[in-house]
Nanobody, 113 residues
Framework: EVQLVESGGGLVQPGGSLRLSCAASGFTFDDYAMSWVRQAPTKERELVASITDINDAITNYADSVKGRFTISRDNAKNTVYLQMNTLKPEDTAVYYC?????WGQGTQVSVSS
């Protein structure tokens, strides 16, 4: 059974940082690209960042987060991370970890003063 468990969300002031983690199990982690997707209230889901499998580890980012967010993976720990710096109020959303057709439960990120 595929499981994706996100953690690390919370409330932070504008300009602050958070690091999200997604612990994966139930599949061969090394072989799959991983993504972070977010959904803000009344908005559609947005692909924030993705990283390809262990062979290339190529990263891609939404224009809205380029230069501020960094996705990485630790294949020894079956975990993917999203380091979020210089957070803005518009980054407020539920952040989901995604692999293939599977989703985590999401973690809330709120950016507010």
């Amino acid at each position: 059974e595929v499981q994706l468990v996100e953690s690390g969300g919370g409330l932070v002031q504008p300009g602050g940082s958070l690091r999200l983690s997604c612990a994966a199990s139930g599949f061969t982690f090394d072989d799959y690209a991983m993504s972070w997707v977010r959904q803000a209230p009344t908005k559609e889901r947005e692909l924030v960042a993705s990283i390809t499998d262990i062979n290339d580890a190529i990263t891609n980012y939404a224009d809205s987060v380029k230069g501020r967010f960094t996705i990485s993976r630790d294949n020894a720990k079956n975990t993917v991370y999203l380091q979020m710096n210089t957070l803005k109020p518009e980054d407020t959303a539920v952040y989901y970890c995604n692999v293939y057709k599977y989703w985590g439960q999401g973690t809330q990120v709120s950016v507010s003063s």
